[in-house]
């Protein structure tokens, strides 16, 4: 299983204002990065797990809150999103951090 | 600091065209060099990579050529088809401990009429 898996695809914010975004991998990679991607732009890294501990916060505003339950898991909470939020987020792996990156499909957030 | 210039897209090519897209870098170490592709509404994958200098990357018949002396790692397929229609960005990593920031180009459009 080669592959970084990413639900949902879509994501409205809405009126519950609270999202979550889940990323799954079973390449037994132990680093783990959330990227953000507006249109017509590249990735901007959010945030590295390394061995399920947090490595490096690109500066993200605190209405993003990464989580990382287990090696193979990793999710992006969302709250009182603001309409520059919406974007396609990216999760990506890695055998280690240093090591190629592997990159999901993404999960489009818009805007209501 | 570090960084990455692309050719401004879009580029439009007719099948069967060659292709070059250009690519170079500013570092303050030893990068390592990516190109990945994205296609629409997909996320990037890994399309080729080189580590050190003179190292040639080569996939799906595209190839790069880490070249230091003109800190460049231009993107070239002798053939495109159709379905290299994607954006395309050049990357780089400075294999410092506890660096692990993939710096990315703007990324070029590329579509390929039949």
């Known amino acids: 299983d080669t592959e970084v898996t990413q639900t949902p695809k879509h994501l409205v914010m809405g009126m519950t204002n609270k999202k979550s975004l889940k990323c799954e991998q079973h390449m037994g990679h132990r680093a783990m990065y959330w990227y953000k991607q507006k249109a017509k732009k590249p990735p901007e890294l959010m945030f590295v797990?390394?061995?399920?501990?947090?490595?490096i916060n690109e500066s993200v505003p605190s209405r993003f809150s990464p989580e990382c339950p287990n090696s193979s898991l990793l999710n992006l909470h969302l709250h009182a999103l603001q309409p520059e939020d919406s974007a396609l987020y990216l999760c990506?792996?890695?055998?280690?951090?240093?090591?190629?990156?592997?990159f999901g499909p993404g999960t489009r957030l818009t805007d209501t | 600091g570090d960084s990455v210039t692309q050719m401004e897209g879009p580029v439009t090519l007719s099948e069967e065209a060659f292709l070059t897209i250009n690519c170079t870098y500013t570092a303050t170490g030893y990068p390592s060099l990516f190109w990945y592709v994205q296609y629409p509404g997909e996320g990037l994958q890994l399309l080729l990579k080189?580590?050190?200098?003179?190292d040639k990357g080569s996939n799906k018949g595209f190839e790069a050529t880490y070249r230091k002396e003109t800190t460049s790692f231009h993107l070239e397929k002798g053939s495109v088809q159709v379905s290299d229609s994607a954006v395309y960005f050049c990357?780089?990593?400075?294999?410092?401990?506890?660096?692990?920031?993939?710096?990315f180009g703007t990324g070029t459009r590329l579509t390929i009429i039949p």
């Open positions: 080189a580590t050190k200098a003179d």
């Open positions: 990506a792996s890695s055998q280690q951090t240093g090591y190629e990156q592997y």
């Open positions: 990357a780089l990593r400075i294999s410092n401990f506890g660096n692990e920031k993939l710096t």
């Open positions: 797990y390394s061995y399920e501990k947090l490595s």
